[in-house]
């Protein structure tokens, strides 16, 4: 019994660890209300694509952390995410795949994406 309750909390704590992670960082201090999950958060990538002035609120980050998430799903995630900070859009800054390390002679490698969070600017 002791065995398995060690195998089972090894496992959980492993997918905690390993689980994607989404940071951010605000480059302002106000509180902006989220966005319903029907509203449409546009992406650009490149500043001059944006077809309205806008402001940069903050920085966005999320890592798969190695489980192999395609790029659409890590962006679902930053769009789920910008919602809660009141986002009108998201301007991509990197899309970088790293290589961590290798674990019995395989890669381990990790997708990172980077974004600016924008607002329209009134």
């Not at 546009?42 to 798969?64: M, N, Q």
């Not at 192999?68 to 998201?90: F, Q, V």
């Not at 800054?93 to 290589?99: A, C, M, R």
């Not at 674990?103 to 994406?113: C, E, I, P, Q």
Request: charged fraction near 30%.
């Amino acid at each position: 019994m002791k065995k398995i309750f060690i195998l089972l909390f090894s496992f959980c704590l492993g997918t905690l660890i390993l689980a994607q992670k989404i940071r951010y960082t605000s480059y302002d201090k106000i509180k902006r209300e989220s966005k319903s999950d029907s509203t449409d958060i546009r992406i650009f990538s490149t500043p001059a694509s944006i077809s309205f002035k806008f402001k940069e609120i903050g920085l966005l980050t999320v890592d798969d952390r190695g489980w192999g998430k395609n790029e659409n799903k890590l962006m679902e995630s930053a769009i789920i995410e910008a919602r809660k900070y009141g986002a009108d859009g998201i301007l991509l800054l990197e899309q970088d795949n790293k290589v961590d390390g290798y674990y019995y002679g395989m890669a381990f490698n990790r997708k990172v994406l980077r974004m600016s969070i924008i607002v329209k600017e009134e």
